[in-house]
């Protein structure tokens, strides 16, 4: 789906800023080229975190709080990398993460 579409029950939340310390999300991350939305919230969902957030088209981040970092940004920050996996599906931009809770 692209950005702005909920995913397996959790509901799209916008797009926020991120950062390398501390980060928006951090309480388990994932790179892998089979990263989307949907299995990002998947693996998220699988250790019982509540948030998910993709990125760079390869990144996949879960916590149950959005920290500091977390400000919201223009969706169309969001819509820069397509997923490595299914370029039908957006994954985030640079610093951009694209969340669901």
């Given amino acids: 789906p692209p950005v702005g579409t909920d995913v397996n029950g959790f509901k799209y939340q916008g797009c926020f800023f991120d950062q390398q310390s501390p980060r928006t999300l951090a309480a388990k991350f994932v790179s892998s080229s089979n990263v989307t939305p949907l299995t990002c919230v998947k693996y998220c969902q699988s250790f019982n975190y509540d948030l998910a957030g993709v990125e760079y088209g390869v990144e996949c981040y879960c916590d149950n709080v959005i920290g500091p ?7 169309a920050k969001c819509t820069v990398y397509a997923c490595t996996n299914d370029i039908t599906k957006n994954c985030g931009g640079d610093w951009a993460m694209a969340l669901y809770a």
Wanted: avoid cysteine; aromatic fraction near 0%; proline fraction near 14%.
């Fill in 69 to 75: 970092a977390g400000k919201a940004l223009d969706p």
